[in-house]
């Protein structure tokens, strides 16, 4: 391990690896920046050239760009409230409403600070902790894993504000269109009217453009011609009020601590829905604040909570496709058929033969994020002037970049469609008081739940939960109910038992 | 007065360039060599990028170039149930042989008409045969953490769990033919997303018994999560499993057996295959035929080939590849089906 | 009669809905198919008949204001803006559908500018640059193909 991790380090003494790490960078941040653009289209026009450079020039690019496009992403989703990326939709729902105050600096800053620290953090820890993370990843079967998921959906309850019941309808429409498509257990279709396109239903991204990047343009058209992001407010862009938001994440460090943890772990285990655990990091920094009513009217923990998890699971999903060979992810399956095309097994043979290899990308994921926050640091004062720009020339260039975003995902008009009808859904969501946020997190786990589901009851019947782990998780779920109507009853008795003396 | 004017030329400068832009020319020319040489062939691919599929598709395209000496291929993905979606739209594509597909041979275009799935919108029969590549056998290996080593062991074990990914994949096939003509007392656990999936719950001891194609496998082997195969469910033996027999080895078949083996054995042929709707004009076609048979000769595809296809290319031309596909259109795999639903854990 | 806020109509829509995908399910062959569909449409529906009931019987629709936690002074402006802006969305699909991306785009964005105070100049200016912008990065760069729209397409094979 000392001489691999020797042989890691010695690599970045080689001036070309730097100049492809810059070459990611500057590609990862162009494609998180630009909302029609996702990482993996990004990866994939990279790929010819995949057949004719060498390991040590593709796979530096590689890492790079993975690892900084979720930077980038946050700034569109804080400044103009489109996400860059999916794993950015999170970061949408206190970061734009802090640019509607005037404090987009300020939240780019903290976006950016999080980015930095859950990258580098997540890549240490993988880095230190690589033989161990493996053996618990690998004892959990998807007995288990219905648990976990479980708990992820449990957070739909705390993600919206108003109505919990409309939060509720929102998440279980959310799990019925993860049902349309083929069966992924008995391949029949659902919902599907015999169209070919719905056989894989309906597609990730059109759906987050439609319900989240849609409606703040809508909002802001509302406002007519000359509104802008930030009407009637001070736009705050020196500087100093990007340190502020950089300094608050310190200011938050357990919840940034704590958000890494859950970025790391879904990024980690194949199979749960990576895109799951921003919104699950947000849920729980909502659900153990002291002011979760604030959330989504522009707190800086909610930026801080889902841009710490973002960076964090990437390099969780890398240690995954690295050790074991399965991709935690689109990216990391991406990554996995680079890595075949150069020569590389991934499996246990990247964690003996070809450790060296393996810590390096380690580090570059953790350089990478520190590259691309300088830089963003740099230019965000100017990026945050955007708050400034009328309504009547964001919201058309912004829809149509929006629009074709949604049609280059997978080059099919219908994803236009479907992105049209979630964009009236979003709309619709927003004005009537139900929950976006729930119905995205219903939608991305339905999936991974049922699956997981059919396969434990097929293997272990309709007793398959008698076990430790999913014992204990299901412990947490309940105490994931009870903790807030409990807290508050103590409060009362405390409080009362306060007035009584 | 000027104003209007600039911006009357503006537009119109701006229309002008829309509609060259728009409304791209091909270029015709005089045989196949130079038509191919000028325009671009576009490879529609049904899976994501980084697949199997996609890498067979860019493989082929960046050896074009020296095939036709000179001529450009271009891979776009168009994933979307299991390749039907890139077969429906290269179908009804301009038959001037620069949109092709490329696909896998039964999931992609013989199953769809098998099944009479009604979204297919194509007659398999009609398309036009290109090449076919990347052959290779199923191999069903044992948990790497269970007790089993050889076929004995299996028939003496009690309920074991063998993975699939839906009661309509490749693998059920394979599963359902192996338990019922072996007789083992077995189920089939349905749900896995895919071979990497399966192999995973493997490796954790979820299920007993995976089926993969040879390459995937042999990453299985290789990441210690499965064992050597116990079968090789083809009709010949792979070179990097040299002890495992196939199963016609291992099993003296009946008539009747022998039949259920050769529906599951096509049902479940893994190979990718490129195609081109018809109506292309016959010259273009084989010119298209020729150059794909020179590039899978050539010997840097074959060496790039077997890094993710450990077996090579294992090419097969147009002539036997039209034969094959017309014949696993024609199967009948009504048998094997009634086996997957008897073996089914889930009902 | 009364007259049903967004939020009930929006209830009875959705109560609707569900109606029709149990229907639906109960028609799938496995049970494994339509044991989620089944179970969350019987759930949302008592939870969208319980919500309606609410909100009838507080006469004023129901749930929390949709502009709860927006901000000081903050109300939603009224339903026609939100569905003018949403016609212009779809104005936008319809000429992305039928004309393509690199014609829709300059027409949408010159459209919108001018309609919105922008004066011919800035407008029909940023409308091609910006075209020319999305045609460099998507097509010529990226190889997106954007959508070429279904009139250019069958005016091509008219053309042969």
Redesign the interface.
Known sequence: MLESTVQAMGNFAHFHIWLWIMGGVIWGLMVGL?P??GT??G???F??FV?KLQPMEVLPFLAALVAVAFTAGSITAILIGVPGETANVATIFDGY?MT??GEGARAIGAALCSSVVGGVLASLFAFGMVFAVLPMV?????QEMVFVILIGVAFISVLG???M??G??SG??G??IA?VG???????P???F????L??GIHLIPVALGLFA?PPM?EL??????GTIAEGQVVLTKRKDVWKGARDVFRHRWLALRSILIGYLFGVM??VGASAAVFIAYGHAKHVSKHP??????VVEGVIAPESCNNAKESGSLLTTLA????GS?TG??F???L????F?P???MLTEHLDLSLTLILIIAVSNIIAAAICFYLAPQMALIAKTP???L???V??AI??GG??Y????QD??VL?LF??IG??S?????NSAGLFLGYVL?EPL??YY??S???GGPLFFMRPIPLLLIFALIAFFVYTPLKNVLKNRIRKGAQAL | MKRVLAIGVVTACAVGLVFGLVFPQTAEAAGPEEFFKKNVVNVIVGYAPGAGSDYSARLLASYWSAATDGGAMVVKNMPGAAGLMATNTMYSAKPDGLTIALGMALSSYAMPIIARDPAAKFDGKKLNWLIGAFEEPWTLHIAAKKPYETVEDLKKAKDLKVGTVSPSASSSFIDAVFIHILGLDARIISGYKGGSDMTLAAGKGEIDLVPQPASTGLLGVQKGFLKPPVAVMGRKRVAFFPNAPTFPELVSLTPEQQALFKAADTASFVLRVAAAPPGVPTDRLRFMQDAFAKVVEMKGFQEQAKLQFPLGPTPMLAKELTAFMNEAMDMDVGPVQALIKKYLAIK | MRTLRGSSISLILIIAVMLVVLALALRMAYFATKLLPMTIAVLVLILAVIELARGIKAGNGSGAPATAGKGKGRTDPPVSKDLLYLSWVVGFFLAVYVLGFLIATPIFVGAYMKRHGSNWLASVATAIIYTCIIYVVFDFALQANLYEGRLPIWLNSLSG
Not at chain 1, 138 to 142: A, F, N, P, V
Not at chain 1, 430 to 434: A, D, K, Q, S
Request: aromatic share 8%.
């Open positions: 630009i029609g653009i993996i289209s990866m994939a026009l790929l010819p057949f409403p509607q105050k690998m004892s959990l079967t998807s504000k108003g109505s019941l409309k509720l309808i279980g429409i799990l019925l049902s083929l069966s992924s257990v008995t391949g029949e659902r919902f599907t015999e169209n070919p396109f056989y894989d849609v809508i058209a509302t406002k007519g011609g000359g194949p199979g009513e604030r959330f989504g009217t522009g074991l060979g399965i991709p689109g399956a991406m996995l058929g680079a075949i095309v150069l020569g097994y499996g246990p043979t309504g009547r020339i919201v058309p260039l829809l149509v629009f074709i049609f280059t997978k080059g099919l008009i236009v469609v049209l964009s009236g709309v619709a927003r004005r009537l008081g139900y339905g049922e699956n059919f396969v009851l097929q293997i």
